[in-house]
């Protein structure tokens, strides 16, 4: 307390009273409040800080004794002032209560996966399908990008104001699994964006990354697991999936999880023309980027990176099993678009396989949900990269013989991209001469049906033996599976065993079944109980409004997968019913879809039991949801193009992907159902035709106002 000075000297004697006494006053006392809400903003400020140098750059400029001392400060003033935590507070990196299961999350933007390159030749084929798209010479210069192809788990946080809000797994790439509270246990993702003055962050920001563990710090988690008595994970990759899939947070925070950004959802966010730009932008923000992306002015460049990191893989900190080759051009990576599972402007370019030599024992032969017997060849168990191999793919009778392999070699077996294995070769310099031939069976393995493999339009017989026996019971178990598997509907925690548990119970015996499932006949079964049933019961409710691309893909139709599902949603815009009505030349007429397709398709709907199975369904309210509204406006819904002759401007394929990015369809031949013929040099007797039709007919001038929009 300070007082005011006097104007004179005082006795102070009561009996004398000055006439000025010292007059006492008091200034006002500081908030405490207040003091706390400004020293808690200053120790955020430098402990994230030191955070991005410690976790992020690998330049600490205090010592850990300093940065523990401003962290205990910290967490003493919070638990004072509870009511000034705050969301991006690295105190908030663990806590918050155990969950009892992780809310799905719809991605905005697609997380779509790569294909894949094996050699030198396959990536000089991707950059001459780009020219061929963009109608490139190659006299016209390609950039890319060359980042290391982290095996860990792809990831998506998004940012509001700068600060973490929600962080989710890649998941089938369109729905993942919200995972915030474990997300924000990584020390080095940021929580709350490194905006300044002159780089401020944008309102909202979705970014991609991958979640890994470093070698060091797996080998230290399995020692410590082993200490405890707890089973070790197979490989790095399984244990990051593992850590981020914990329901308390707090497990794993003491998991040894790192992370590096590789892109965003939407590069208008950050206003960035090129993917090394969008890199520059994250590190900007505080995000960790890999050391050994770099920027190639061709692809000489980036073959000569993809063999350095080849040599370089045993010397890093983490496991690396290729690199992702990416357009640099935002511009071109827009123009060439996106199929239904990978995006046309960047390939994964996959390092040599693993491989090793092991004895093949013996075959057995599955039947798929489709009919057809896969060969399956039976190892002595052999360690590949990390993961313990006793089983191959052999794929079909034909690669089998091509390959002369026999039960007793001593053969070749490789993880094919480091994942799936398969038989490369038999040593055939290390037979002793009692190895066997192998023999397809006959009969079916399953229902005794007589196997046979089909003729195709050729006339010649296809490579894959089947039985054609619909009602086979390992086809109807192999069409459960997928139809609650990751290439179905994806319904957690009715995973393959899961399924063959409840078929071999009698409760389901086609799809509809799953849906009648109740709680009373799920909790007696081995390994049940209400949680669980209960968890079941939810994940199969939350089925119950698929996409239709979803729901036609689940439903196992020869040669139908997630991109003819896609390329059929496009088309019939999300109704089911117009689906099971097309003719199969009208099935024909839509792009991408062949005559051995539309057969499927038409096989499938016009038998009687597929036709009762969707009734079913229908009944017990699985249903296609509505298509979600396209982003932006559709200035071409309603119209469909049909091109013929050579175009000048465009490749047909960038003509073709401009018009459905606008919401109109592509027709594969002239009919009534065409309204715009596009005519390009020759055109043929198409033009003829559409005359005669009444089709409106553009030449590529008005073709190009059109897409612009100044038609």
Request: hydrophobic share 40%; glycine share 8%; charged share 25%.
């Amino acid at each position: 307390m300070r007082t005011s000075p006097p104007a004179a000297f005082c006795c102070g004697s009561p009996r004398n009273p000055c006439e000025s006494r010292p007059t006492l006053t008091t200034s006002p006392l500081p908030d405490p409040l207040e003091t706390a809400r400004q020293r808690l903003a200053e120790l955020r400020a430098q402990l994230n800080f030191h955070a991005h140098r410690y976790y992020v750059l690998d330049d600490p400029l205090i010592a850990d004794a300093e940065y523990d001392r401003l962290f205990r400060e910290l967490l003493a003033l919070e638990e004072r002032y509870p009511t000034l935590v705050t969301s991006d507070s690295i105190s908030q990196r663990v806590g918050g209560a155990v969950l009892t299961a992780f809310r799905s999350v719809e991605h905005r933007v697609p997380m779509l996966s790569l294909e894949n390159a094996f050699d030198e030749a396959e990536l000089r084929q991707f950059e001459e399908r780009i020219r061929r798209f963009l109608t490139l010479d190659q006299k016209q210069s390609l950039a890319y990008m060359a980042e290391p192809k982290l095996d860990g788990l792809a990831v998506e946080l998004i940012y509001q104001n700068g600060t973490l809000t929600e962080g989710s797994t890649r998941g089938d790439g369109h729905t993942g699994e919200e995972i915030t509270a474990n997300l924000r246990t990584i020390h080095a993702l940021p929580l709350r964006l490194a905006a300044s003055q002159d780089s401020p962050a944008p309102d909202r920001l979705e970014v991609r990354g991958e979640v890994f563990i470093t070698t060091a710090g797996f080998k230290a988690l399995n020692e410590q697991r082993a200490r405890d008595g707890e089973p070790l994970f197979a490989n790095p990759r399984n244990a990051a999936a593992g850590s981020l899939r914990q329901l308390d947070s707090t497990v794993t925070a003491r998991r040894p999880l790192d992370f590096f950004v590789y892109g965003v959802a939407d590069p208008t966010q950050l206003q960035a023309t090129t993917q090394q730009e969008i890199l520059h932008r994250l590190q900007q923000l505080g995000f960790k980027v890999n050391p050994h992306i770099r920027h190639c002015h061709n692809l000489t460049e980036v073959i000569d990176h993809f063999q350095a990191l080849n040599q370089l893989r045993e010397q890093l900190p983490y496991e690396i099993d290729g690199m992702v080759v990416k357009v640099d051009s935002l511009d071109l990576q827009r123009r060439l678009g996106t199929k239904a599972r990978s995006p046309r402007w960047a390939i994964a370019a996959k390092f040599p396989a693993s491989q090793a030599t092991t004895r093949l024992k013996g075959v057995e032969f599955g039947v798929g949900r489709t009919g057809a017997i896969t060969p399956v060849a039976l190892l002595e168990p052999v360690n590949i990269g990390g993961v313990l191999v006793s089983r191959a793919s052999l794929h079909n009778e034909d690669i089998i013989n091509n390959k002369d392999l026999r039960v007793g070699d001593t053969v070749l077996v490789q993880r094919a991209g480091d994942v799936i294995p398969e038989v490369v070769k038999p040593l055939v310099e290390l037979r002793r001469g009692d190895e066997q031939k192998i023999s397809m069976p006959v009969n079916c393995p399953e229902c005794g049906h007589r196997l046979r493999r089909e003729l195709k339009k050729d006339g010649v017989a296809e490579s894959v033996t089947r039985c054609p026996n619909r009602d086979c019971a390992a086809q109807l178990l192999r069409r459960l599976i997928h139809f609650t598997g990751k290439a179905g509907l994806d319904i957690d925690g009715l995973g393959k065993k899961i399924m063959e548990q409840l078929v071999a119970a009698r409760l389901v015996k086609d799809i509809p079944d799953i849906y009648r499932l109740t709680a009373d006949k799920l909790v007696d079964l081995d390994g049940w109980g209400e949680l669980s049933a209960a968890n079941a019961l939810r994940a199969i409710a939350a089925s119950r409004e698929p996409s239709f691309a979803r729901l036609v893909s689940a439903l196992g139709i020869k040669n139908v997968g997630e991109e003819v599902a896609a390329m059929l949603e496009r088309h019939f815009h999300g109704s089911l019913a117009s689906l099971q009505a097309a003719s199969k030349d009208e099935l024909m007429q839509i792009e991408g879809i062949g005559e051995e397709i539309a057969t499927q398709l038409r096989a499938f709907f016009d038998r009687e039991d597929n036709r009762q199975i969707l009734a079913a369904l229908d009944e017990l309210g699985v249903r296609v949801k509505a298509p979600p509204p396209a982003a932006g406006d559709q200035p071409l819904a309603g119209r469909v193009f049909l091109f013929t002759g050579s175009l000048a401007g465009f490749s047909r394929n960038e003509a073709k992907a401009r018009v459905k990015e606008m919401g109109g369809q592509v027709a594969g031949g002239i009919s009534r159902k065409v309204t715009d013929l596009v005519c390009g040099d020759e055109p043929g007797s198409k033009r003829a035709k559409a005359a005669e039709l009444g089709i409106r007919i553009l030449n590529e001038e008005e073709f190009r106002a059109v897409i612009n929009r100044q038609e």
